[in-house]
């Protein structure tokens, strides 16, 4: 099992940044795949990045503005989220899976976190 609790977030103006943090307990950090995911008010939930062995990969809409990260002793995955825009008003969802060849599948998952960007 993995508990994953959730930091962050909040309100900023477009062009502006935060910092999201997942802090992982439980079995260890490293024999998981995390991953971000956002669902705006009425969408589904979609995939924003993940790491994986040191290995990142992000969604399109993110790439060159959102960094996935993590710190080992602290046992905590972080999304820096730059430049901002009103498209990126979610609620933002840490997760936790395992991954089998090429395919990866999402087990556990944080509690959210609120962003909203102001334009």
């Known amino acids: 099992q993995v508990q994953l609790v959730q930091s962050g977030g909040g309100l900023v103006q477009a062009g502006g940044s935060l910092r999201l943090s997942c802090a992982a307990s439980g079995r260890p950090f490293s024999n998981y795949v995390m991953g971000w995911f956002r669902q705006a008010s009425g969408k589904g939930r979609l995939f924003v990045a993940s790491w994986s062995g040191g290995s990142t990969v992000y969604a399109d809409s993110v790439k060159g503005r959102f960094t996935i990260s993590r710190d080992n002793a602290k046992n905590t995955v972080y999304l820096q989220m730059n430049s901002l825009k009103p498209e990126d008003t979610a609620n933002y969802y840490c997760?936790?899976?395992?991954?089998?060849?090429?395919?990866?599948?999402?087990?556990?998952w944080g509690q959210g976190t609120q962003v909203t960007v102001s334009s």
């Open positions: 997760a936790a899976g395992t991954k089998a060849g090429i395919t990866t599948t999402w087990n556990y």
